[in-house]
């Protein structure tokens, strides 16, 4: 799976809510990945809004065209060791944005992302839309 995009939840809630310039992006793509939390961050904003039926159907929507990867038993050596540089780096990040990391380490994506707090993780490979 080396070499494709995966969406971060801030990107993902961007084409959701009719960005033209990620959606344009976004539909270019052979295939949309969302790693496994991200799929979980997106019904959480679902289920969380001030509109939960109509968001709840379309994230579903959403979440059911794109490849949503399981976390494996790989991705938590990744996610102990990405975590545990953070901290030795003096860096925390949010504990879903490293299991998102640890993901995208493992399987060589690309991560498409607003989120700053990915630059602190080396070796990830970004792109900010």
Not at 59 to 79: A, H, K, N, Q
């Amino acid at each position: 799976m080396s070499g494709e995009i995966a969406l971060d939840t801030s990107v993902a809630v961007r084409f959701l809510n009719g960005d033209g310039a990620v959606i344009e992006k976004v539909l270019a793509l052979p295939e949309i990945v969302l790693p496994l939390v991200v799929a979980g961050e997106l019904l959480f904003g679902a289920e969380n809004s001030s509109r939960p039926l109509q968001n709840l159907s379309r994230y579903l929507e959403f979440i059911s065209t794109c490849m949503v990867v399981p976390l494996g038993r790989d991705t938590t050596s990744v996610y102990a060791q990405t975590r545990l540089f953070l901290k030795r780096k003096g860096r925390p990040i949010p504990m879903n944005d490293i299991w998102i990391a640890a993901q995208c380490l493992e399987q060589g994506w690309t991560l498409v992302t607003d989120d700053t707090d990915f630059d602190y993780v080396d070796s990830l490979l970004l792109e900010h839309w």
